[in-house]
């Protein structure tokens, strides 16, 4: 069975520093791209961005780009989400998600987005 | 900032026809954008529905279809039933990133 079994939920205070994790199974690792999604308490789903865990190429969203850190251990075919120092803001579920891309015979592009991880609830309050 | 639009909420009796549309700020949605539809309801993560405009995957039901209208990427739900009552989001691509649609809140009523 393909899955993405995430770490668990988290308590911080601001300030500190955070590493969530994204283990993937049942599938090469390496060939898929993971992408991270945020949804904040009551919001929708938020694009963070995605990394190529054959060579740790990196696609952050603008609205990402230097908040967070992303990277992974291709050894035990893990992705990690990274705070070097959270907010209150960052109160979120966070989802990662393989993305699969494929070109068929036409040359025609698809792409989707499954399994998802069973997501990890961040909470940052002092 | 790229922007994709999504009907806030919409209302559908059992048994009939809803569908949501996904526009986005830069332009008409073509295939380029590869729209992906996901499912989610509360307490779950989301679950992928349609990918690529039009393609379900095997778990998608067969009153669930994709496409594009009008410069718009569309879900289609026809013969509702009560567990589609659910939040709905379409997926873009533009140019190595992606942007959710804010989603829709779909009631079966």
């Known amino acids: 069975e393909v899955q993405l079994v995430q770490s668990g939920a988290e308590v911080k205070k601001p300030g500190e520093s955070l590493r969530i994790s994204c283990q993937g199974s049942g599938y090469s690792f390496t060939t898929y791209w993971i992408s991270w999604v945020r949804q904040m308490p009551g919001k929708g789903l938020e694009w963070m961005g995605r990394?190529?865990?054959?060579?740790?190429?990196?696609n952050y969203s603008p609205s990402f780009q230097g908040l967070v850190t992303f990277s992974t251990d291709k050894s035990i075919s893990t992705a990690y989400l990274q705070w070097d120092s959270l907010k209150a803001s960052d109160t979120a579920i966070y989802y990662c998600?393989?993305?699969?891309?494929?070109?068929?015979?036409?040359?025609?592009?698809?792409?989707?987005?499954?399994?998802w991880g069973q997501g990890t609830l961040v909470t940052v309050s002092s | 900032q790229t922007v994709v639009t999504q009907e806030p909420s919409l209302t559908v009796s059992p048994g009939g026809t809803v569908t949501l549309t996904c526009a986005s700020s830069t332009g008409p949605v073509t295939n380029d954008y590869s729209p992906n539809w996901f499912q989610q309801k509360p307490g779950q993560a989301p679950r992928p529905l349609i990918y690529s405009t039009s393609n379900k995957h095997s778990w998608t039901p067969a009153r669930f279809s994709g496409s594009l209208l009008g410069g718009k990427a569309v879900l289609k739900v026809s013969g509702v039933q009560p567990e589609d009552e659910a939040e709905y989001y379409c997926?873009?691509?533009?140019?190595?990133?992606?942007?959710f649609g804010a989603g829709t809140k779909v009631t079966v009523l």
């Open positions: 997926l873009l691509y533009y140019n190595g990133a992606y942007v």
């Open positions: 998600v393989r993305q699969v891309q494929h070109y068929d015979s036409s040359g025609f592009y698809y792409d989707w987005f499954d399994p």
């Open positions: 990394i190529d865990p054959s060579d740790s190429y990196i």
